[in-house]
């Protein structure tokens, strides 16, 4: 979980932090834009290591977007849905490669069908086309949401999951 952190949330951060701080230095205006998760804004059976480290570097950017505004430097998060660019595939390969019935609670066909559940359907195999020209229409432009989830189905069952999560009884 460590190294998941130092990966996902301590690099990106010291690398904009040595940014940012060049540029008030400077007393320049940039942008800094962090590469998050539709995990960020959810979390799903079987993945809250790595989504946790999302929700980490979305409060970090959140925090940040307001900290330096008065800077002029802008904050935003690109929100992949589920590319089909092996990431996600490796992830859900990864546990098998410990994961034991005898010593775990989570058993093997409960986490495969967990991942098949969300891999394994059109929605879970999307074509990063559609990101790429996303990430190059948002990164160079001057203004845009702090947020931006692609595809947009996956923003829309986002926020059915955020506002259903106010609801959530135990």
Do not use: C
């Given at each position: 979980?460590?190294?998941?952190?130092?990966?996902?949330?301590?690099?990106?951060?010291?690398?904009?932090?040595?940014?940012?701080?060049?540029?008030?230095?400077?007393?320049?205006?940039?942008?800094?834009?962090?590469?998050?998760?539709m995990g960020g804004l959810f979390t799903p059976d079987g993945y809250g290591i790595y989504v946790s480290t999302?929700?980490?570097?979305?409060?970090?950017?959140?925090?940040?977007?307001?900290?330096?505004?008065?800077?002029?430097?802008?904050?935003?998060?690109?929100?992949?849905?589920?590319?089909?660019?092996?990431?996600?595939?490796?992830?859900?390969?990864?546990?098998?490669?410990?994961?034991?019935?005898?010593?775990?609670?989570?058993?093997?066909?409960?986490?495969?069908?967990?991942?098949?559940?969300?891999?394994?359907?059109?929605?879970?195999?999307?074509?990063?086309?559609?990101?790429?020209?996303?990430?190059?229409?948002?990164?160079?432009?001057?203004?845009?949401?702090?947020?931006?989830?692609?595809?947009?189905?996956?923003?829309?069952?986002?926020?059915?999951?955020?506002?259903?999560?106010?609801?959530?009884?135990?």
């Amino acid at each position: 979980m460590r190294r998941n952190f130092e990966t996902n949330v301590f690099a990106p951060l010291s690398l904009a932090q040595q940014f940012i701080a060049k540029w008030i230095r400077a007393k320049k205006k940039g942008k800094v834009v962090f590469t998050s998760s539709m995990g960020g804004l959810f979390t799903p059976d079987g993945y809250g290591i790595y989504v946790s480290t999302k929700h980490a570097l979305e409060a970090v950017a959140e925090a940040l977007s307001s900290e330096l505004k008065t800077y002029g430097i802008k904050i935003q998060t690109i929100n992949p849905g589920a590319y089909l660019t092996g990431y996600n595939e490796t992830m859900a390969d990864n546990p098998f490669r410990w994961l034991d019935d005898e010593k775990n609670f989570t058993k093997r066909a409960d986490m495969r069908a967990t991942f098949d559940s969300l891999l394994g359907t059109p929605q879970g195999r999307l074509d990063p086309a559609e990101m790429i020209d996303a990430m190059i229409r948002i990164v160079p432009a001057d203004t845009g949401k702090f947020r931006n989830v692609v595809p947009q189905f996956v923003e829309d069952m986002l926020k059915d999951h955020q506002e259903k999560a106010w609801n959530v009884t135990i």
